[in-house]
Nanobody, 128 residues
């Protein structure tokens, strides 16, 4: 069992940066570093879509094409926290952003159905 709490969302203008944080707490017997972590987002009326993911060690990352080059995912296992640095924000980035965890596997995935634990989400609104 992993509990995840996102923070850092808000209302910003297009072109600025924002950093989201996701603090995790794992059940006894497992540590935060046992999990690959992902960020997903869901705009009103849309399906939840993949944004970025990072391996348990931080050594591997993958990104959706829509955010590649603008967003950076990172993690600090000592703080049990994963981050999403979002630069050059666009109005189309407006969504609720969720972090998610899955027990580490050999390969990483963008498939939301394969992530086991989810946070409650944080709203990001980008005005033009």
């Amino acid at each position: 069992q992993v509990q995840l709490v996102e923070s850092g969302g808000g209302l910003v203008q297009a072109g600025v940066s924002l950093r989201l944080s996701c603090a995790g707490s794992a059940a006894s017997g497992r540590t935060f570093s046992s999990y690959d972590m992902g960020w997903f987002r869901q705009a009103p009326g849309e399906e939840r879509e993949f944004a970025a993911a990072i391996s348990w060690s931080g050594g591997r990352t993958i990104y959706a094409d829509s955010v590649k080059g603008r967003f950076t995912i990172s993690r600090d296992n000592a703080k049990s926290t994963v981050y999403l640095q979002m630069n050059s924000l666009k109005p189309e980035d407006t969504a609720v952003y969720y972090c998610a965890a899955r027990r580490s596997r050999a390969s990483m995935t963008q498939d939301r159905g394969l992530y086991e634990y989810w946070g409650q989400g944080t709203q990001v609104t980008v005005s033009s």
